[in-house]
């Protein structure tokens, strides 16, 4: 075993579980990530974040078209008793096909929990198949991602859900409204993905970014615009912060994150063994009160949403109600996630923080906010 290797090898996923950091391993499938880097370096990023204690690794069919999946594979496949592989199903595909096509690949008999990577219409009935493979010992546990509050609650009256996974970061706090309490009621671990925000907090974009085709990144809206300005603006204190804690910036996100209440994993994706290296450091020390607290005044000082003012409010009687719904409640001191928590409490179509965020700059530039 690597010298200083954190040695923690406990149980699956219990409630009361210890907080721990994971393996994101959507960017060693080698695409949509931008150009990709050496398979015998990624290879490297594995096989460190194992040898230094890293034992849940995330992954999934669509990463790099199975890419991510034979790698772990070839990884893992000699300590497959002392790590947890997770993997997903599509949100159209056949739940059984998709599983064996994944056992097939990462070389195994069975993965420690499956998820449903989104929601889609039939996605209960897919739920309930992978219940029963479950059954058949496939796999350990079953997972959900990327659902709402409400589609999670019902998620639990159809299949023995243990997981939920979902974005959560520095900046985007959606899980915090609904699905976080959610989690900790029921007894759910919580997984958190795209703690660096696909990269923004690595604290190397000084300009927005010009990302090449194929790169998932070029369809996220915090790469430009407004929220890329708001975004660079916090990360300029963050990493003043990250130099006075004498860490990087990305190792200051990642120890944030594993503070939080709720938080059971964070997936930190790497594709070299450097990057591995960086995140570990977040569980050198944990954050202190003081430096969160700056945290929090760092971020919440860019991110407040401006006022409607009564032009706003008269033109909005001719839009659609979640617009109307929007501006009703744009005082100047609600928060993106609360307005669109609130809007999807009504059972319609999910609202997140994003979309409230973009649509209120939309009212800036035209003068009603």
């Known amino acids: 075993m690597h010298t200083g290797a954190r040695k923690r090898f406990g149980p699956l996923l219990f409630e009361g579980s210890k907080r ?3 393996f994101g391993a959507w960017g060693i499938g080698g695409s949509g990530w931008g150009a990709p880097s050496d398979e015998a370096e990624r290879l490297g ?58 056992l097939e690949r990462i070389g195994t008999d ?53 997981t939920y996974q979902g974005p959560y970061n520095l900046f985007d706090r959606d899980a915090e409204e609904r699905l976080l309490p959610l989690c900790r009621e029921r007894g759910l671990a919580f997984l958190a993905y795209r703690p660096l925000a696909a990269g923004l907090l690595s604290g190397g974009f000084t300009d927005p970014p010009q990302f090449p085709n194929g790169d998932h990144r070029a369809r996220l809206y915090w790469f430009r615009g407004a929220e890329f300005e708001r975004r660079r603006e916090a990360i300029r ?71 409607a003012t009564t032009a706003a409010a008269r033109e909005a009687q ?34 997140v923080a994003a979309q409230v965020k973009v649509f209120a700059d939309q009212l800036r530039e035209r003068g009603l906010a």
């Open 45 to 102: 990023a594995i096989a460190l974040a194992r040898e230094r204690g890293v034992v849940w690794f995330d992954t999934a069919p669509t990463y790099g078209d199975g890419a991510s999946e034979r790698l772990l594979g070839r990884a893992l496949g000699p300590h497959r008793d002392t790590v947890r592989i997770a993997t997903k199903v599509g949100p159209r595909d056949d739940p059984r096909h998709s599983l064996d096509q994944s």
């Open 237 to 307: 204190n963050l990493s003043e912060l990250a130099r006075s804690a004498g860490i990087s910036l990305p190792a200051l996100a990642l120890r944030w994150l594993l503070s939080r209440s709720g938080v059971t994993i964070v997936l930190a994706g790497a594709r070299s063994a450097a990057h591995v290296a960086d995140n570990l450091r977040a569980l050198d020390a944990p954050l202190d009160e003081p430096t969160g607290n700056e945290i929090e005044t760092a971020v919440e000082a860019v991110f407040r949403l401006p006022a």
């Open 318 to 351: 001719g839009w659609g109600p979640r617009e109307r719904f929007i501006v009703e409640r744009l005082d100047g001191r609600t928060t993106p996630e609360s307005i669109a928590a609130a809007w999807t409490d009504r059972g319609e179509q999910p609202m």
């Open 20 to 22: 721990m950091l994971g």
């Open 110 to 162: 069975y993965v420690d929990l499956v998820q449903l990577h989104e929601i889609a219409e039939g996605w209960e009935s897919r739920l309930e198949t992978l219940h029963q493979l479950q059954h058949e010992g496939k796999a350990s546990a079953i997972g959900v991602c990327n659902a709402s509050h409400l589609e999670l609650t019902r998620a639990l009256t159809l299949a023995p859900i243990t």
